[in-house]
């Protein structure tokens, strides 16, 4: 009895042993925690300056009408016979209705002409006589004077526009593609980039001023610069043929 106790006590303490270490490792082996769900991605917020530029877009869809004055710097725009423009100021209808004086540089001179596009039908002085020529729909030489069109798409083509506040106004610089700027010009030079300024009321949210840097035209100098300022919002402008 007594060598089979002392057999029986350093197995008894192997097996306390070996008891003990299985416990301790099934506590030290931690429990997995549970994967957390993802947390979902907000929704990107509208960028303020096309909130500026989308806003604006709209206002200038209700305006009735209003005057322009479009000023070249640096060069003119090259015009069919021969001449160029250098500046053109008149007034617009909501209906496409446009009255227009035209600076135009022939070699040598400085002259006026005046444009008048209503009911599908253009009218225009001649260069040299100054009496009314009439032109069906498109075939007005300066048919591509359209300054509603013009707003809407820079409005809504500006790229990589950048907003600051300028006082009463909100400057918008970014650059539009020549093609987008058809309307100063009637035919625009492939890949061409121009710089571009905006300034829109904050109160009315009314384009007021456009600058355009840069050429339209292959035929235009490289550091040309337009200014387009529009006025008279909404005014009772009375725009008839000629008589």
């Known amino acids: 009895m007594y060598s089979r106790a002392r057999l029986c006590l350093p197995l008894f303490a192997l097996l306390s042993l070996l008891a003990l270490a299985l416990a301790a490792c ?9 994967a957390s769900a993802p947390t979902p991605t907000p929704a990107p917020k509208a960028s303020p300056v096309a909130d500026v530029l989308a806003q604006s877009a709209a206002a200038m869809g209700k305006v009735t009408s209003f ?15 021969g001449l160029s423009m250098r500046s053109a100021s008149g007034q617009l209808l909501k209906s496409g209705a ?18 008048i596009s209503i009911g599908g039908k253009s009218y225009l002085t001649d260069p040299l006589t100054g009496k009314w020529l009439t032109f069906d729909g ?18 809504g083509s500006l ?3 950048v907003v600051t506040d300028a006082g009463d106004a909100y400057r918008v610089t970014g650059t539009l593609a020549a093609g987008d700027a058809r309307f100063i010009a009637g035919s625009v030079s492939p890949g061409g980039i121009l710089q571009a300024q905006l300034e829109i009321g904050k109160k009315d949210l009314l384009l ?23 006025a008279g919002f909404n005014q009772p402008f009375a725009i008839q043929p000629p008589a």
């Open 138 to 155: 498109a075939a007005s030489p300066v048919n591509f004077l359209d300054p509603a069109t013009g707003v809407a798409r820079i409005l």
């Open 67 to 81: 005057s322009f004055d479009l000023q070249s710097q640096g060069g003119d725009t090259p015009l069919p016979l």
């Open 208 to 230: 007021r001023k456009v600058t355009l840097q840069g050429r339209i035209t292959d035929q235009e100098s490289a550091g040309i610069v337009r200014t387009l300022t529009l």
């Open 159 to 161: 790229a990589v526009p």
């Open 26 to 34: 099934s506590s030290s082996t931690s429990t997995p925690t549970p």
């Open 98 to 115: 446009l009255s227009a004086t035209i600076k135009a540089v022939i070699p040598g001179s400085v002259i006026d002409l005046r444009t």
